[in-house]
């Protein structure tokens, strides 16, 4: 079993940025890859970056150059720095860690880009 905790949400202004974190708890977190969702009002949610167990990154198109996705397996948290935030970011943003067999999400942190 592992438990997620989603934490740096928050409100900022276009071209702000912010910091999230999702510390794990309850198992081996080096052995999971650990992504990081986003779910807007009224749409469905979606992928934007992960990062593997061996440390491979990769990220959704929109994000692409603006957030850094970033493991610490020593403290069991993986983070995602977001920069130059737009409107369009706005959202609640889970973390997910998974791995074959095993599939766990956060309950989400809260993300308002707003003038």
């Known amino acids: 079993q592992v438990q997620l905790v989603e934490s740096g949400g928050g409100l900022v202004q276009p071209g702000g940025s912010l910091r999230l974190s999702c510390a794990a708890s309850?198992?081996?977190?080096?052995?999971?890859?650990m992504g990081w969702y986003r779910q807007a009002p009224g749409k469905q949610r979606e992928y934007v970056a992960v990062?593997?167990?061996?440390?491979?990154?990769n990220y959704a198109d929109p994000v692409k150059g603006r957030f850094t996705i970033s493991r610490d397996n020593a403290k069991n948290t993986v983070y995602l720095q977001m920069n130059s935030l737009k409107l369009e970011d706005t959202a609640v943003y889970y973390c997910?860690?998974?791995?074959?067999?095993?599939?766990?999400w956060g309950q989400g942190t809260q993300v308002t880009v707003s003038s």
């Open positions: 990062i593997t167990s061996g440390g491979s990154i």
């Open positions: 309850g198992s081996i977190f080096s052995s999971f890859n």
């Open positions: 997910r860690a998974y791995k074959a067999w095993s599939d766990y």
